[in-house]
């Protein structure tokens, strides 16, 4: 399996996401997804150390098992753009299809605590954007760069109080080989 479709499926994508603050045990990332079966979690976190994406960096005996504990290799859990590019457009479209999935999970995970009462979207700061821009080869390598920068510095921050994990969701989308009908004029 490469290395975009193993990250990006759903429920691997949210124990790559756990593992960014740090790491973690299978009873940590049971805590942080209920919803997800034992047997199921298991499973994923196998195949994420089989493909190199997480490591075992702890055993422990607890009860007459092993306790293992996960980091998540950071340079391998990005699929990059040359990476991308080997990808048919079928796979660009069930990887962005799992992007999504795995989104819209975290926010029907955020609406429910919204429905219970224990959550605020507008002082939570819960947001949309959507933007379209024209640039040319060289402002999109900086935009890359500067967004790159933006999300290695808070990827990294570790939780404290006042802190809330949130989740930061990218998709840049080019628009077909198109210019402005004035560039020309």
């Given at each position: 399996?490469?290395?975009?479709?193993?990250?990006?499926?759903?429920?691997?994508?949210?124990?790559?996401?756990?593992?960014?603050?740090?790491?973690?045990?299978?009873?940590?990332?049971?805590?942080?997804?209920?919803?997800?079966?034992?047997?199921?979690?298991?499973?994923?976190?196998?195949?994420?150390?089989?493909?190199?994406?997480?490591?075992?960096?702890?055993e422990?005996?607890?009860?007459?098992?092993?306790?293992?504990t996960?980091?998540?290799?950071?340079?391998?859990?990005?699929?990059?753009?040359?990476?991308?590019?080997?990808?048919?457009?079928?796979?660009?479209?069930?990887?962005?299809?799992?992007?999504?999935?795995?989104?819209?999970?975290?926010?029907?995970?955020?609406?429910?605590?919204?429905?219970?009462?224990?959550?605020?979207?507008?002082?939570?700061?819960?947001?949309?954007?959507?933007?379209?821009?024209?640039?040319?080869?060289?402002?999109?390598?900086?935009?890359?760069?500067?967004?790159?920068?933006?999300?290695?510095?808070?990827?990294?921050?570790?939780?404290?109080?006042?802190?809330?994990?949130?989740?930061?969701?990218?998709?840049?989308?080019?628009?077909?080989?198109?210019?402005?009908?004035?560039?020309?004029?």
């Amino acid at each position: 399996m490469d290395k975009a479709s193993l990250i990006l499926h759903p429920v691997r994508a949210r124990i790559a996401l756990a593992l960014t603050r740090g790491r973690h045990t299978a009873g940590d990332l049971r805590k942080e997804m209920p919803d997800v079966a034992v047997t199921t979690l298991y499973r994923h976190l196998r195949r994420l150390v089989e493909g190199g994406v997480l490591q075992v960096v702890e055993e422990t005996q607890v009860r007459g098992t092993v306790e293992r504990t996960y980091e998540l290799d950071r340079d391998l859990a990005q699929v990059e753009r040359h990476e991308g590019a080997a990808l048919a457009p079928e796979e660009h479209h069930a990887v962005f299809t799992a992007y999504t999935a795995h989104l819209t999970g975290e926010l029907e995970r955020y609406l429910d605590s919204v429905r219970m009462g224990n959550a605020d979207p507008f002082a939570d700061a819960l947001r949309y954007v959507q933007l379209s821009c024209w640039l040319d080869a060289e402002e999109t390598e900086d935009f890359h760069r500067r967004l790159d920068e933006l999300l290695a510095l808070v990827s990294s921050r570790q939780p404290a109080p006042g802190r809330r994990r949130i989740t930061f969701a990218v998709a840049v989308v080019p628009a077909p080989g198109v210019e402005p009908e004035d560039a020309h004029s």
